[in-house]
C-alpha cells in the first residue's frame, strides 16, 4: 500500500485548465470516486476540488497504474489531452504524497498563504468520500496526522495570526484602487457561501453598503438578519441586469457550472467598474469594456506574492514542522503495521500455555488446582522473554 496525490493547482495548471478539470457537483465528484476505487489497485481515494486545486489523494497498491487511470479519467472528463496532463507534472507519491497533504492542510500551498479556508475543504472532501464508501482507515490516518499538524502550525508560528483568504484580498485589491473613498460606497456580492460571506464582512468593515445577490431570498434575508447590519441589504438573481449596470464595485462567487455575468448584459461602458470574479468555473464572461477592471482569481498572485514574502520566515518555520510530522506519521504507519504480528505472537504463545497445562493437568503432573497459577506464572514467563524481541521488532520497524 501506498500513498499518492495528483495535484493541478494554481502553481501548475492555468486558471481556465482547471475550470475543465473541477468538479461542479457532489453526483459528478461521487461517479469519479467509485470509477477510481473501481480498479483493483486503488483501494481509497478522496477528492477535493476548490478554486485553486483539483487534487486526486489515493491509497494505492500500484502507483504507476493509478497515475496513468487517474490521467485518462481527467482527460475523458476535462478534454484536455492526457499528455498536456501528465507534462503539468503534479504528481506525489508516498513521503512526498504525504508532505504534500500536509501542507496543503497547513495551508503552505494556498494562493495565500495561511488562510483558513482549506481545512476544513479538505475534511469536507474526506468526510464526502468516507460517507460515499470510498474513503476509509487508510486515508483517515493521513487527514488525521495533517490536521494535527496544521493546529501546530497555527500555534508555533505566525502564519495565520491574520488569517487571509481570497475573498478578503479582493477586497484589500478594492480598497487599494479607492483608497478611503470606498467608505459608503455600494459593493455588491453574487453569492452568499463562505467566499461571498467572508467579501461580506470585510466590505462592512470598510462602511460599504452591500448588496446580496442570490437564488433563495429567504436564505439571503436569513443571513442578513444574522450579520444584523442597517447597510445589508438583498435581491435576487432575476434583477441582477440592474445592480451591474447601476454599481461599479462588484464580487462573485457563485457555485454556477457557467458563466452568469455576460456582455449582452451591460447596457454601457459610461462608468467605471471594478469587478472581482472569485469563483471557478468563472462567473464572468470575458469583457470587452474599456472602463472595467476585472480581477480574477490568478490576477491575485501578485497579493499573494507580497503576502508570501512577509510571512517568509514563517512559512519555513511551518515547514519544518510538516516535515517532522510526515517523519513521525511513516514511524507510526510502520509501528502499526507490527502490532498485528507481535499481538498474533502472544496469542499463539496463550494458546501453547493453555494446551500444555491441559496435558499436565490430564497426566496429572500438575493437580488442577494450581492451574490459575501456573498459567499466570506461565504468562508471565513468556512475556519476559518476548519483550526483548518484540521491542527490537518495534524499533527496527521505525
Given at each position: 500500500?501506498?500513498?499518492?496525490?495528483?495535484?493541478?493547482?494554481?502553481?501548475?495548471?492555468?486558471?481556465?485548465?482547471?475550470?475543465?478539470?473541477?468538479?461542479?457537483?457532489?453526483?459528478?465528484?461521487?461517479?469519479?470516486?467509485?470509477?477510481?476505487?473501481?480498479?483493483?489497485?486503488?483501494?481509497?481515494?478522496?477528492i477535493l476540488s476548490t478554486c485553486n486545486r483539483v487534487e486526486i489523494v489515493l491509497s494505492t497498491k500500484d502507483a504507476f497504474s493509478s497515475y496513468h487511470a487517474i490521467l485518462g479519467m481527467l482527460s475523458l472528463k476535462s478534454g484536455i489531452s492526457f499528455f498536456k496532463l501528465r507534462d503539468m507534472d503534479g504528481r506525489y507519491d508516498d513521503k512526498d504524497a504525504i508532505r504534500h497533504i500536509f501542507s496543503v492542510v497547513a495551508s503552505l500551498e494556498s494562493l495565500v498563504i495561511g488562510e483558513s479556508q482549506i481545512t476544513g475543504q479538505v475534511k469536507d472532501a474526506f468526510r464526502f468520500s468516507y460517507q460515499n464508501g470510498t474513503a476509509g482507515a487508510k486515508l483517515n490516518r493521513v487527514i488525521s496526522y495533517a490536521i494535527k499538524c496544521?493546529?501546530?502550525?497555527?500555534?508555533?508560528?505566525?502564519?495565520?495570526?491574520?488569517?487571509?483568504?481570497?475573498?478578503?484580498?479582493?477586497?484589500?485589491?478594492?480598497?487599494?484602487?479607492?483608497?478611503?473613498?470606498?467608505?459608503?460606497?455600494?459593493?455588491?456580492?453574487?453569492?452568499?457561501?463562505?467566499?461571498?460571506?467572508?467579501?461580506?464582512?470585510?466590505?462592512?468593515?470598510?462602511?460599504?453598503?452591500?448588496?446580496?445577490?442570490?437564488?433563495?431570498?429567504?436564505?439571503?434575508?436569513?443571513?442578513?438578519?444574522?450579520?444584523?447590519?442597517?447597510?445589508?441589504?438583498?435581491?435576487?438573481?432575476?434583477?441582477?441586469?440592474?445592480?451591474?449596470?447601476?454599481?461599479?464595485?462588484?464580487?462573485?462567487?457563485?457555485?454556477?457550472?457557467?458563466?452568469?455575468?455576460?456582455?449582452?448584459?451591460?447596457?454601457?461602458?459610461?462608468?467605471?467598474?471594478?469587478?472581482?470574479?472569485?469563483?471557478?468555473?468563472?462567473?464572468?464572461?470575458?469583457?470587452?469594456?474599456?472602463?472595467?477592471?476585472?480581477?480574477?482569481?490568478?490576477?491575485?498572485?501578485?497579493?499573494?506574492?507580497?503576502?508570501?514574502?512577509?510571512?517568509?520566515?514563517?512559512?519555513?518555520?511551518?515547514?519544518?514542522?510538516?516535515?517532522?510530522?510526515?517523519?513521525?506519521?511513516?514511524?507510526?504507519?510502520?509501528?502499526?503495521?507490527?502490532?498485528?504480528?507481535?499481538?498474533?505472537?502472544?496469542?499463539?504463545?496463550?494458546?501453547?500455555?493453555?494446551?500444555?497445562?491441559?496435558?499436565?493437568?490430564?497426566?496429572?503432573?500438575?493437580?488442577?488446582?494450581?492451574?490459575?497459577?501456573?498459567?499466570?506464572?506461565?504468562?508471565?514467563?513468556?512475556?519476559?522473554?518476548?519483550?526483548?524481541?518484540?521491542?527490537?521488532?518495534?524499533?527496527?520497524?521505525?
Open positions: 500500500m501506498s500513498y499518492q496525490v495528483v495535484s493541478f493547482n494554481h502553481k501548475n495548471c492555468e486558471l481556465n485548465l482547471r475550470e475543465r478539470l473541477a468538479f461542479s457537483s457532489n453526483e459528478e465528484m461521487a461517479t469519479m470516486l467509485n470509477k477510481l476505487t473501481g480498479f483493483e489497485f486503488i483501494e481509497e481515494a478522496y496544521a493546529a501546530e502550525v497555527r500555534n508555533a508560528t505566525d502564519i495565520s495570526r491574520y488569517p487571509i483568504s481570497i475573498a478578503s484580498v479582493a477586497v484589500t485589491q478594492a480598497y487599494k484602487i479607492y483608497g478611503d473613498n470606498i467608505t459608503g460606497m455600494s459593493a455588491v456580492v453574487i453569492g452568499a457561501g463562505e467566499m461571498g460571506l467572508i467579501a461580506i464582512k470585510n466590505l462592512l468593515r470598510l462602511g460599504c453598503d452591500v448588496i446580496i445577490l442570490g437564488r433563495d431570498r429567504d436564505k439571503l434575508e436569513a443571513i442578513a438578519r444574522e450579520l444584523d447590519s442597517d447597510d445589508v441589504r438583498v435581491d435576487t438573481m432575476e434583477h441582477l441586469h440592474k445592480y451591474l449596470n447601476r454599481y461599479r464595485l462588484l464580487f462573485s462567487a457563485t457555485s454556477s457550472k457557467g458563466t452568469i455575468i455576460k456582455p449582452e448584459m451591460i447596457e454601457s461602458d459610461n462608468i467605471d467598474r471594478v469587478w472581482f470574479d472569485m469563483a471557478i468555473p468563472r462567473d464572468i464572461d470575458d469583457m470587452n469594456l474599456n472602463r472595467l477592471q476585472l480581477f480574477r482569481i490568478d490576477d491575485l498572485k501578485g497579493i499573494s506574492k507580497e503576502n508570501y514574502a512577509l510571512k517568509a520566515e514563517q512559512a519555513n518555520r511551518a515547514r519544518d514542522i510538516v516535515d517532522r510530522y510526515r517523519d513521525e506519521f511513516y514511524k507510526w504507519l510502520k509501528a502499526l503495521s507490527i502490532e498485528p504480528i507481535i499481538r498474533e505472537m502472544r496469542l499463539q504463545v496463550k494458546d501453547a500455555i493453555s494446551k500444555e497445562l491441559n496435558r499436565a493437568i490430564k497426566k496429572k503432573f500438575v493437580p488442577q488446582e494450581y492451574r490459575a497459577n501456573m498459567e499466570k506464572m506461565a504468562e508471565q514467563m513468556f512475556n519476559r522473554f518476548l519483550h526483548n524481541p518484540t521491542h527490537r521488532q518495534r524499533r527496527l520497524r521505525l
